[in-house]
């Protein structure tokens, strides 16, 4: 799914009709799309929600014990260490091992030779640049970015609760589950005897 899908699915939406951008240009459309899409991360990230974490080798800042932390992060999951052992936050003050770490800046700090890092990703706004380029949010969040897209282009500042409501309302339904969706039914105890 490419901003220039949900483009051309906004222009054709019933609501809107508007092929010739007589009404939207793409950039309207594309501010749009941009608050829905960073809506909905930050959603994504408060749930808990893995569907958008990205994974990530770290580089080192230099000749100090500092890596970069990726221009993205918003949030850490998990640090592993050169072994693949997940590290321990360390307070300041607190000495650091290859197997703790701290996060200052936009720098992770450690004594461990690698770090590999799972963090949840911020929303980098799209620019008329980024139309061809593949989103991450899936395919199937197809339909609920198109209608918010949609609402918030005609509902203007007013009713952006509203909107927002529905942006949150279609995430949960569409990922609620969705860690769980693999556990198999557990066994009641008379089943089991």
């Known amino acids: 799914m490419t901003p220039n899908d949900i483009i051309l699915a906004v222009r054709m939406a019933p609501e809107i009709k508007d092929m010739n951008a007589a009404h939207y240009s793409d950039y309207d459309i594309l501010q749009a799309l941009n ?42 999951v998990n640090a592993y260490d050169a072994a693949g052992r997940v590290m321990r936050a360390r307070a300041k003050g607190q000495e650091l091992t290859e197997h703790t770490y701290r996060i200052v800046g936009s720098k992770l700090y450690t004594k461990s030779k690698a770090v590999t890092m799972d963090y949840k990703p911020f929303f980098v706004e799209l620019t008329m640049d980024d139309l061809e380029q593949e989103m991450d949010l899936p395919p199937f969040f197809k339909n609920l970015v198109k209608k918010a897209v949609v609402l918030l282009l005609q509902a203007g500042s007013q009713q952006d609760t509203d909107v927002l409501q529905l942006i949150s309302d279609g995430v949960l339904k569409l990922v609620g589950n969705m860690a769980y969706s693999q556990i198999p039914d557990a066994h009641s105890w008379a089943e089991v005897v």
Do not use: C, M, W
């Open 35 to 76: 608050e829905t899409a960073a809506y909905i991360y930050n959603i994504l990230a408060e749930q808990t929600s893995s569907l958008l974490d990205k994974r990530v080798e770290l580089q080192r800042a230099g000749t100090d014990d500092g890596y970069l932390l990726p221009d993205d992060f918003l949030q850490l």
